[in-house]
């Protein structure tokens, strides 16, 4: 069983950073279909997909384009999502997510039903 850990978040004013970890342990995929993302969700909203990772590219939601990069380090079995510039409306709970074998794309890599593994996330506070 795939187990995802997150770690990092914290509460941050705006325009300042956090990095997140997700330490992944049981996950057999990273040396052939590593596909790795980061959702976050707000208090009655569904989780979205902030970004997502593969061995060719990364994919990135509009609104966190040139402020979020994520990257992985397949020595440590972790995956992070540096994050800078952060804004009020980035303040969510992020989880981090692997998909069920090399995972089923039609949906893309940040829709949630591309995900069968979760980790139970790490709250992310940004004040004005």
């Known amino acids: 069983q795939v187990q995802l850990v997150e770690s990092g978040g914290g509460s941050v004013q705006t325009g300042g950073s956090l990095t997140l970890s997700c330490i992944i342990s049981?996950?057999?995929?990273?040396?052939?279909?590593?596909?790795l993302g980061w959702f976050r969700q707000t208090q009655g909203i569904g989780r979205e997909g902030v970004a997502a990772?593969?061995?060719?590219?990364?994919y990135y939601l509009d609104s966190v384009k040139g402020r979020f990069t994520i990257s992985q380090d397949k020595s440590k079995n972790t995956l992070y999502l540096q994050m800078n510039n952060l804004q009020p409306e980035d303040t969510a709970m992020y989880y981090c997510?692997?998909?069920?074998?090399?995972?089923?794309?039609?949906?893309?890599?940040?829709?949630?039903?591309?995900?069968?593994?979760w980790g139970r996330g790490t709250r992310v506070t940004v004040s004005s």
């Open positions: 049981e996950y057999e995929h990273w040396n052939d279909c590593m596909n």
């Open positions: 990772i593969n061995d060719y590219r990364t």
């Open positions: 997510a692997a998909p069920r074998g090399c995972g089923v794309w039609t949906k893309g890599r940040l829709s949630e039903d591309s995900y069968g593994y």
